[in-house]
């Protein structure tokens, strides 16, 4: 396999990739190679971002179909009284 060296890499992106890797439980190599192919794989489709209508689309087929499980008003759910205070 190739060896890929970088060199004077910002600060506050050594740190990121540092957390990055801590997080997800990866060494810093292997948190970059992951990052670089995801990265490149968006490039690869143009990085397009879905239109209005195409999330709009994807809300009403996903989402807002599913089913109701909890009939709570809002107020109910947060905790309000009738005095519009938490209990």
């Known amino acids: ?4 060296v970088l060199r ?3 600060d506050d992106l050594y740190g990121r990739l540092k957390q990055a ?7 810093m190599a292997q948190e970059a190679i992951v ?8 490039a690869l489709d ?13 809300l009403r ?3 807002w179909t ?3 499980l909890d009939r709570r008003t809002d107020d109910q759910v ?5 005095d519009g205070y938490c209990d």
């Open 8 to 10: 004077n890499v910002p």
């Open 21 to 27: 890797a801590a997080d997800h439980r990866r060494s």
């Open 78 to 82: 947060l905790g309000y009284n009738a």
């Open 35 to 42: 990052t670089l192919q995801s990265g490149l794989d968006g």
């Open 46 to 58: 143009g990085g397009r971002r879905p239109s209005v209508e195409e999330s709009l689309d994807w």
């Open 61 to 63: 087929a996903e989402v």
């Open 66 to 68: 599913l089913p109701i």
């Open 1 to 4: 396999m190739p060896t890929l």
